[in-house]
């Protein structure tokens, strides 16, 4: 664990560039706004560690995939998230020396992201060999309001001297990523021009031939009058378009730069016209200004916080853990565009590639539920359904028939493009995420119209695969499922792991019901399903209940708990607290070998059924399975803490479930797994939302209605935060002693509060007692 940024409401905050850290600081301070992103990297040449990265939402490359060997049905490509063409590049050079920090002597640096605007900005005195020392201040931000543009202030104040200053302003597009396979680059040139003060590159993607557009213009100032320039030279190669800008620098005096950057893509635009395009929108860019194009974008950021924030009160680590996490949730996905995911790492870095895992349904869903309008949440079940034939054609690959779908644990458009094995082929409880994404939609939004219109389709494919993935044992007289890998990642190839076993014949018996519902109220739409997945009803549904009344399920009984899979208990049984300091995390430090025979659990496993079904199980039973899983959990899964810290306080555990959401919140900002130089853990952090929300506030939907079981951490003085909920919007207020609870928008709304009926009624409309 790094704890070197300081603790503040709004911002974060590195004072000191540490080499060592700059990956982590670059991972960190990313900003985006939906369509495209950006890690804090220098504007400035740095020859240091440094991981650049600029994203562009929907762009990927199919990459082969690399493997000793070849199984059938294996995906044929890894999706990775490209590096796209770089637009932040301001090369500096003063009497021909390079301003480059990692050569440079630097002092006072400082970074900070502003989360409330959305603003990263950095600040240092850096000083060259020949002793000459600049100034430099830099502000940054993709535009929420344009979502195609990105603005730079690039201010150079010389403390000490006046000279000459060289600066190269440009877009360069030949760029690399990481992890490419022997180097390979996947960006093609299709054109790029280059004239005074401004450059467009367009280049396209290998195999899949997405082309994006990226152009900059720039203004140059000095004591708020445009600056002439001693010489102004075009530079154009391979892939990269910019100026060369020489003019001399007066002692004291700031020069300032900006840069405005227009990044489209072919995914929105027609490709022959996506110059034309982003000329227009550099243009109008340039006209509007910096400072008027900060202005808009802020107000952006005030209404989403107005949505969606949650103040704590008199803990700082924690409100600023919060915020980061609904920041970068907010900024990755703004739900406007249905054909977009959130990506497992956003616009933060490239490790994992896909843009969709199932973390989105079973983490983000819930996130977007309650603090955006119901569009948003709808969007991303609409993209599931819209893949529906792919994940039928995933199935089909692995040998299913008849409709069966088999969604895939990472994808970009439906197809699996996962490349390890044990994940792939085994980690099939990904499928039934759907399914009850679906139903958490649908209970927490009243909005049966989508079973009838896309949900049933949806369940009926992902039932059929159910169905075909079980087998039935003679000698147990049970229907099993084997050859699985469940969330706990450090266990593959076991079989009857409870919780896939329970979700699915949990995804069956829901899809029955939805089968029912949509035969009875919308009779014609039914016909048209059955029709169109081909269904036999009285077959399926049959053996469907069978398999739901005959599954096997392993358990304890003298511990009294469920088995997390055969055999389990065959392990050495360890504490995590036995494990040796130098031992973790043992992700990076044990051998897969020793990983795989130890007891050690990577994330909730049982525990994530027990969390998703709570209701089918008593208070006692939860219990029991949380003090027998946990303290052999290592947590090395970002989505592990806010599961644990939901059932922590379920179950009364308070200063546990303030330590696992602190984990949560702060799991990027303190580096708890190091590894958050390799971007952050974006679709984790809608479970920092929730474990406030549903840990803390005790927030359930139960029978159409919005429950609450409060309580606060001893270290709060208190916290709040706002849902949206069927039209209405509720805000929630707890402190030490009390619960407020006010109806901001909508209409009349009974609610439970620890078990009480509460009527909300909007302050305006509640009746003013008569004066006599």
Known sequence: MKQYLKHHEW???????????????????????GRMGQRANFEEEYSGETLRGSYVAGVYYPDKTRVGWWKNGYPEYFAKVLNAPNWIGIHVSIDNQKLDLAKCKTEDFKRVLDMRVGLLSRSFAATFPDGKKVRVESKRFCSMARGEVGAIQYSITPLNFSGKATLSIFVDADVVNKDSNYDEKFWEEVYKE?????????????????????????TIFSEGKKVKFDRLNIEQREKFAGNIVQLELNEGKTLVINKYAAVLSSENHPKDKLVNHCTTVLDEAVESGFDKLFDEHQKVWAHKWEECDITIEGDVAAQQGIRFNIFQLTQTYTGEDERLNIGPKGFTGEKYGGSTYWDTEAYCIPFYLGTAERKVARNLLIYRYKHLPKAIENAQKLGFTDGAAFYPFVTMNGEECHNEWEITFEEIHRTSAMAYAIRDYIDYTGDRAYLIEYGLEVLIGISRFWSQRVNWSTEKNKY???????????????????????????????????????????????????????????????????????????????????????????????MVTELRRQDRPINQKWSWDRILRSCFIKQADVLQGLYLFEDDFDQEAIRKN????????????????????????????????????????RLDLDDYNNDTEEGCHITSMAGTWMSVVKGFGGMRVKDGKLCFNPFIPDKWKSYSFRLEFRDRVIKIKVTEDKCETELESGEPLEIILKDEVVKLIRVEDREVPSTS
Not at 636 to 659: D, F, M, N, T
């Open 11 to 33: 911002h974060i905050i590195e004072e000191g560039l540490d080499p060592h850290t700059n990956k982590i600081s670059e991972s960190v301070f990313s900003i985006g706004n």
């Open 194 to 218: 280059a004239s005074d003060g401004k450059a467009i590159v367009t280049a396209q993607t290998k195999k899949t031939f997405f082309h994006v557009t990226t152009g900059m213009r720039y």
């Open 480 to 574: 099993v499922i084997l050859g699985v890998t469940g969330p706990n990642e450090y266990e593959n190839n076991v079989n009857n792991n409870w919780y896939t076993n329970y979700l699915g014949v949990w995804t069956l018996k829901y899809t029955l019901e939805a089968i029912n519902y949509v035969k009875k109220t919308d009779p014609k739409r039914y016909a048209e399903i059955v029709g169109k997945t081909n269904f036999n009803e009285s077959e399926e549904t049959a053996k469907w209940k069978e398999i739901s009344m005959k599954m096997y399920f392993p358990v304890d009984e003298k511990r009294k708990i469920l088995l997390q899979q055969d055999g389990f208990l065959d392990k050495e049984l360890m």
């Open 626 to 665: 949380f003090d027998f899983y946990e303290p052999m959990t290592v947590h090395e899964s970002s989505l592990s803490p806010c599961v644990h810290a939901i059932l922590a306080s379920k179950l009364g555990y308070k200063e546990r479930a303030y330590e696992f959401y602190l984990r949560t919140a």
